[in-house]
């Protein structure tokens, strides 16, 4: 089902502005905006329905948070999917890596949570305890005019913490992993008045892992619920859902017409492995990294290559999921801080993390699945912007780059002598 919004503007008297148009212009006026972000962006994520958010007829209080927080106009996955909440239907959408999916759920919550009801009334359910921080950290930015609490429970931490803040009452809004949610709903009735429900990473919840606690999950919330599943692809684990949970009470988004973003350029290298670490080195040299995330296939991979990456000068951290959470957590932090320049990462961190500052992605080691490959290179060029991902490529890697290309509709190039700056750089 498709949808168009019509926004109706106030009639402007002959010879002047409308009240209403002068109101909001002198509340505009009010706002304090961070300096404008004057890098290249792409179409994907370049809104061609030409709304601002302001358009949306949000409250003020929240419009403040979005324009103080350097939102500046809505990306096509939220001019699409914002309109479609605010009119409480389900939602199953399919958008890139990096294009704001994680603000096209947040911007209706907010909109639509009754701040005077001290219950909590949003669920956001996501896969691991990494991807629970964005979308809390962006609800603080977003409601920092709003009296809204958020409450973050993920595993790895005392589930006693957990249940005396959500005793407390002062949360509306609740970001968790799976078997987390499930074991305080299980203790306590804390989804009794949550009536809006957000999967996101839809196709990674619907997997066999999660599954069977997922649905346990919806059978605790109310009748009279509104569900939006937010991904960038969509396996059949996810039809059969649709089928199963919503029918035909689902509006469908899909912007995957190209499953890659577009400001990515992908390269490969072929190497033996003997040859990987240094290949690497003369990348450091030769490429102009802001930050640069690299990806092996083992936690054995990652804690040896960061300690070569340390042995060459540079300056690196790693993260994998063996590492306990308050390491990990200390990690992100930092990285996301710019303390250092590489991140060397199990797939732990190939979905949702969101840097904007990465500019580079490298597979030292080259990925079993086009899935996974996806998730991994769209950590660079977040939210439109430039950057590159190199593919480290040994002669057994070969085939299975012909199948990723191939699957993705995209193509992977052998690295030039020297990469354009402008391909990453602006």
């Known amino acids: 089902m498709s949808y168009n919004a019509t926004l109706v503007k106030d009639a402007a008297p002959e010879g002047g502005m409308s009240e209403a148009e002068a109101s909001r212009q002198a509340f505009m006026a009010t706002i304090k905006r961070p300096p404008r972000d004057t890098r290249v962006k792409t179409e994907d994520v370049i809104n061609t329905k030409n709304l601002g958010f302001d358009d949306f007829h949000l409250k003020d209080a929240l419009l403040r948070g979005l324009y103080e927080s350097g939102f500046e106009s809505p990306s096509p ?39 005077s009801v001290k219950k909590i009334q949003a669920l956001i359910v996501v896969p691991t305890r990494e991807l629970a921080l964005q979308p809390a950290a962006t609800i603080k930015q977003l409601a920092a005019h709003m009296d809204i609490g958020v409450v973050v429970a993920t595993g ?7 249940v005396l803040r959500l005793r407390s009452g002062n949360a509306q809004i609740i970001v968790a992993t799976p078997g987390r949610i499930n074991d305080l709903a299980s203790r306590l009735p804390i989804l009794d008045s949550c009536k809006m429900f957000v999967m996101d990473e839809a196709d990674k919840l619907l997997s066999e892992d999660f599954q069977v606690t997922i649905e346990s999950i919806i059978e605790r919330l109310p009748a009279e619920r509104q569900m939006m599943l937010f991904s960038a692809t969509f396996p059949v684990a996810v039809k059969d859902f649709k089928d199963k949970w919503l029918q035909d009470e689902c509006e469908e988004i899909n912007l995957m017409e190209e499953l890659t973003l577009k400001g990515i350029t992908q390269f490969y290298s072929y190497v033996e492995e003997r040859q990987k670490v ?15 995330i690299i990806f092996c296939n083992s ?71 086009a899935e996974t490959y996806l998730h991994r290179i769209g950590r660079s060029g977040r939210f439109g912007h430039l950057g590159i991902a190199i593919n480290l490529i040994t002669p ?30 602006i």
Do not use: W
């Not at 790895?156 to 957990?162: F, I, N, P």
């Not at 240094?278 to 640069?292: E, G, P």
């Not at 000068?313 to 308050?326: E, F, L, N, T, V």
């Open 156 to 162: 790895g931490t005392e589930v006693r913490e957990d």
């Open 299 to 369: 936690v054995k991979r990652v804690e040896l290559l960061a300690k070569k990456i340390l042995e060459m000068g540079a300056s690196c951290y790693y993260i994998h999921a063996r590492m306990p959470q308050h390491e990990r957590n200390k990690v992100f932090h930092e990285f996301r801080q710019g303390s250092a320049r590489n991140l060397v990462a199990s797939d732990l961190c190939a979905r949702g993390i969101d840097v904007q500052s990465v500019n580079v992605v490298i597979n030292f080691d080259f990925p079993k699945s």
């Open 278 to 292: 240094h290949c690497l080195a003369t990348l450091f040299s030769k490429l102009s990294i802001n930050q640069a």
């Open 77 to 115: 996955i939220q001019a699409e999917a914002i309109p479609l909440a605010l009119l409480n239907r389900n939602i199953l959408a399919r958008a890139k890596n990096g294009t704001g999916k994680t603000a096209s759920y947040l911007i209706p919550i907010l909109e639509r949570i009754d701040t």
């Open 396 to 425: 057994e890697d070969r085939f299975n780059m012909y199948r990723i290309e191939n699957q993705l509709g995209t193509e992977i190039t052998a690295i030039p002598a020297e990469i354009d700056p402008e391909l990453y750089c």
